[in-house]
Structure formats: structure tokens, C-alpha cells
């Protein structure tokens, strides 16, 4: 009995470990992060709209913006170089 006495406690602490990991992650509100979103133009950045539509300026369709801020550490204007 005593040899599965570690590998249970194992398994315990990483269902545990888990189940809170699941559990932090459900606090986010879905409704709120879509009312909040902000779009702007790929082309114009300084063109914002809380609701998407189109570029007053060039007519492209307005992204979230969000999709247009680069990964940390990458340089946009070097290709993240």
C-alpha cells in the first residue's frame, strides 16, 4: 500500500492544482470584453470606433484593436527583427 501512496498524493495535488487554475479563469466576463472592444483602422490607427464599420479615410474595414497591437518584444516596423 505504501509504494501508490505518493503517486496518489501526486495525482490529488495536480487535480487540485487544476480545478483552481479552471476556476480563475471562469471570473472573466464574456459580455463586458465585447461591449468594451475598440476598432480601429489597420491603415490609420488614429481612426477609433466603438463599433466596427468602416475607415472614413480609406474604406477598409475597422479590426479590433487588440488584433493590431504586436506580441511583446517585436518591432512592427522590422518584421519583430
Known amino acids: 500500500m505504501r509504494q501508490y501512496k505518493l503517486p496518489a498524493v501526486a495525482l490529488i495535488v495536480a487535480?487540485?492544482?487544476?480545478?483552481v487554475a479552471a476556476?480563475?479563469?471562469?471570473?472573466k466576463k464574456v459580455g463586458d470584453a465585447a461591449e468594451a472592444a475598440t476598432y480601429t483602422c489597420p491603415m490609420h490607427p488614429e481612426v477609433t470606433s466603438d463599433e466596427p464599420g468602416e475607415c472614413p479615410s480609406c474604406g477598409m474595414d475597422l479590426v479590433?484593436?487588440?488584433e493590431l497591437e504586436p506580441a511583446s518584444g517585436e518591432m512592427p516596423e522590422h518584421g519583430g527583427m
Not at 15 to 19: D, E
Open 15 to 19: 487535480v487540485a492544482f487544476l480545478s
Open 64 to 66: 479590433p484593436a487588440e
Open 23 to 27: 476556476l480563475a479563469g471562469c471570473n
